[in-house]
């Protein structure tokens, strides 16, 4: 038997239908979104991957910002995501981004954007802001610092722990062709010249 839950029913953010618990395991029961994981399809350097073009990642990272905005800014409660990565964005047979796994999240009251972590900080490194460990506390602004790193992960077509050089994350490497004038040398090479340079 599939037990319903009560859903969040957010703008660009996968539906929760149900959940299923037996003997130790868990099913969760979501929209079913033909195109997968954002970062099976963004990582995948294989012949047969043809790479997602310009105008299907710019809709992905609006889509993304669309729904962040809304659980920081329009729900009943400001809700602060806590694991925003490439592996819990959604596509759907449009390839519309879907954000999911709201395992982590934490609801706040309206008149706060913060609160202290207790069990120290959760999520993925490489997607967390370097301030959370110095205050060990998840903000609103921790899901930003995260969405810079998916639109950089995007993007680069590279994911957040790849070495480069000298540089152990992505954030890291982008940060050192900025600072070099080199920036538009971080767009996925698979692109070639198929991209807006003022949106890159």
């Not at 400001?78 to 592996?87: E, G, I, N, P, Q």
């Not at 069990?119 to 959370?132: D, H, Q």
């Amino acid at each position: 038997m599939i037990n319903s839950t009560i859903r969040m029913v957010a703008p660009k953010t996968a539906c929760l239908y149900g959940w299923y618990h037996k003997n130790g395991k868990l099913l969760l029961v979501y929209d079913y979104m033909p195109n997968g994981r954002l970062d099976a399809l963004l990582f995948a350097k294989t012949p047969d991957n043809k790479p997602l073009s310009w105008d299907q990642r710019y809709n992905i990272i609006s889509k993304v910002a669309s729904a962040l905005n809304y659980l920081h800014n329009e729900y009943d409660q400001r809700v602060v995501h806590r694991d925003l990565k490439a592996s819990n964005i959604m596509l759907d047979s449009d390839f519309n981004a879907r954000l999911g796994d709201f395992g982590l999240a934490h609801a706040l009251d309206k008149e706060k954007t913060s609160y202290s972590e207790v069990e120290g900080v959760a999520g993925k490194l490489g997607y967390i802001t370097p301030k959370c460990f110095l205050t060990s506390k998840a903000a609103q602004q921790s899901d930003v610092y995260a969405f810079g790193v998916v639109l950089l992960a995007i993007v680069c077509g590279l994911q957040t722990g790849t070495r480069i050089g000298e540089f152990r994350f992505l954030v890291d490497w982008v940060w050192s062709l900025h600072r070099e004038g080199r920036i538009l040398d971080a767009v996925e090479e698979r692109l070639g010249d198929e991209y807006v340079v003022e949106e890159a």
